[in-house]
Every structure is written in structure tokens, then in C-alpha cells.
């Protein structure tokens, strides 16, 4: 099945540091790819869509000068997250709509836990 | 996109049968009903996705109600590792997926 790779699995920083956080699709292209927070015990919240070649979509929010999206190439999607406080802590997951899939089926990343002291 | 609502949380004796439900009384015509499931501070996993007729797959079947106003994912044997949280969906194909709240799914012994 398709895979998709999120690199670091865990990051802790300090706060005021900026931690990016890459998205690749392995054996795949993908146009589109998501990016979603977890907060512990709740739901995956959508932050943004990402584009290939364009700018990211980012839902009611999610500040887009805060958590910046880069998708350049059709298998890599990267989040950085800016001047990161421990209110950021959290578990960022991705995920990759391959083009050639089946509709709806999206890949998920393994997510990322990010950590600010 | 239709909102699904879905017990907060179900227990299963290992190697019986786990039947989760969800309600999307307001699914319009194109939404497909997905299941994904979330195991302990892993990313989500696909498990089945269905419009109008029931659906089947190495993982689980998926009962869609004639009127299409809920569903059910159905774990023929359930083990200790499908403990998960499992997401019931209602969405156009092609759009990013929304995440409800979900079935925290507890297997035991």
C-alpha cells in the first residue's frame, strides 16, 4: 500500500525556536496533502490543504504566518512551525491524496509530536 | 458535509464480533461514508469506505442502511490490536476528511 513518511516522529524545542516538520509520499505522487493537529484525547483538526506549486488553504484559525506550508514537489509537503510556544505542543499528522487512488482513500503519515518546553 | 455521530466508546470481547455504528442522518446524495481508525499516537488507517451498497474488504464489512441515514463497520473477530479509535465519516469524494469525536474501541481478553 502506499506510504506516506513524516520526519522527526518527535521534536522537543524551546520556545521561541522554529521546528519544520516534512511530509513525503514514498511510492506515490500527491497533488494535495493535509495537514492536521492533535491535542491529546481529541479529534484531528484539518490546519490546512496544501497544493502542489501553490499557496496552502488554511482553515478559520490557523494563522498562516504561524504554521508555514511549502509543498514543492509532488511528494514532498513540509509544515514549520514559527516561533513555537508550548501551546503549540502537539501531534501534527499529514496526509497524501494520491491522484490515482481510490476517491476518498487518503495516506497518513505517522505524525510528528511536537513538544516546547 | 454531513455530520455523523458515533458512540464515544465500545467494548468487545476478543475474537467476537465488533459492531460500531454511526448516524448521518443528513448525508446528501454524493457522500460516501469512510472508517478510518486511529491506534495510540499512530496516524489514522484507512479501513472502508461505501455510497449505497454494503461493502466488504480484508479488514472489515461496512452495513449501510437502505435509506442511508447511519451504518456500521463490523470487525468479524476482533483482536487486541484492533483497540483503536474508529472514525465514522460522511464526505464528498475527493475532499480533505473532517474527524468527529469517534468510537474509542476497547478489545479485551
Known amino acids: 500500500g502506499a506510504v506516506v513518511s513524516q520526519h522527526p516522529s518527535w521534536v522537543i524545542c524551546k520556545s521561541g525556536t522554529s521546528v519544520k516538520i516534512e511530509c513525503r509520499s514514498l511510492?506515490?505522487?500527491?497533488?494535495?496533502m493535509f495537514w492536521y493537529r492533535q491535542f491529546p484525547k481529541q479529534s484531528l483538526m484539518l490546519m490546512a490543504t496544501?497544493?502542489?506549486?501553490?499557496?496552502?488553504?488554511?482553515e478559520q484559525g490557523v494563522e498562516k504566518d504561524k504554521f508555514l506550508i511549502n509543498h514543492a514537489s509532488l511528494t514532498l509537503s513540509t509544515l514549520t512551525v514559527t516561533s513555537a510556544h508550548p501551546e503549540d505542543s502537539s501531534f501534527y499528522i499529514c496526509?497524501?491524496?494520491?491522484?490515482?487512488?481510490?476517491?476518498?482513500?487518503?495516506?497518513f503519515g505517522e505524525g510528528s509530536r511536537l513538544t516546547v518546553l | 458535509d454531513a455530520k455523523t455521530t458515533q458512540p464515544p466508546s465500545m467494548d468487545c470481547a476478543e475474537g467476537r464480533a465488533a459492531n460500531l455504528p454511526c448516524n448521518h442522518s443528513?448525508?446528501?446524495?454524493?457522500?460516501?461514508v469512510y472508517w478510518y481508525r486511529q491506534i495510540h499516537s499512530q496516524g489514522p488507517q484507512y479501513i472502508i469506505h461505501?455510497?449505497?451498497n454494503n461493502e466488504t474488504n480484508e479488514m472489515a464489512s461496512l452495513i449501510i442502511t437502505e435509506d442511508r441515514k447511519s451504518s456500521t463497520l463490523i470487525l468479524p473477530h476482533a483482536t487486541l490490536r484492533d483497540t483503536a479509535v474508529y472514525y465514522c465519516?460522511?464526505?464528498?469524494?475527493?475532499?480533505?476528511?473532517?474527524f468527529g469525536g469517534g468510537t474509542r474501541l476497547m478489545v479485551k481478553p
Open positions: 496526509s497524501a491524496d494520491r491522484t490515482s487512488g481510490k476517491a476518498g482513500e487518503l495516506f
Open positions: 511510492d506515490f505522487q500527491a497533488t494535495t
Open positions: 496544501s497544493n502542489e506549486g501553490s499557496k496552502a488553504t488554511y
Open positions: 443528513t448525508i446528501s446524495g454524493n457522500e460516501y
Open positions: 461505501g455510497l449505497k
Open positions: 465519516i460522511a464526505q464528498n469524494a475527493g475532499n480533505m476528511l473532517t
